[in-house]
């Protein structure tokens, strides 16, 4: 695996900042413990979709990126308004200024081609989770 230069953080920091997460939530939110979300699973596939999207390769073989990254909104669905089911991540790319990429004029459309720029592709947890992960605090 070859490193990379991106921040990083101790396992027992992380675990803190879960924690302390989880009992503010519990401690402000009025839903179930349960169904207060721990994560969010974005598939890689997805991710790397998007940046080819927004990725080319000039006449000399360089490649240029129109991204600065990704913002992810959580978000619940209409039918989920109880959080029995997902808290979901949506996923939009973000441009090198830092603004958000969505398509605003297909934006109240449905199943459009080329849609919103919106991605919804994020599963939450527990429905895809590691309970053996060290950030899996109770």
């Known amino acids: ?3 990379i230069n991106v921040p990083t953080i101790p396992v027992n920091e992380a675990i803190a900042r ?3 997460f ?3 939530m519990v401690k402000s939110a009025a839903i179930p413990e349960s169904n207060i979300p721990r994560a969010i699973l974005i598939p890689i596939d997805d991710l790397l979709a998007i940046i080819q ?3 080319t390769i000039d006449d000399e073989g360089n490649v240029k990126s129109t991204l600065k990254g990704v913002r992810t909104y959580f978000a619940i669905k209409a039918t989920d308004q109880n959080l029995t089911d997902e808290v979901t991540a949506l996923v939009v ?3 090198l200024q830092g603004n958000d990429i969505i398509n605003t004029t297909s934006a109240l459309g449905v199943g459009e081609e080329g849609g ?3 991605y919804d592709f994020t599963t939450p947890c527990p ?3 590691d309970p053996e992960s060290p950030l899996f605090v109770p």
């Open 116 to 118: 919103s720029e919106i």
């Open 127 to 129: 429905s895809e989770c």
């Open 22 to 24: 989880r009992e503010k």
């Open 53 to 55: 999207k927004y990725t």
């Open 1 to 3: 695996m070859k490193p």
């Open 18 to 20: 879960v924690t302390r």
């Open 93 to 95: 790319a973000v441009d």
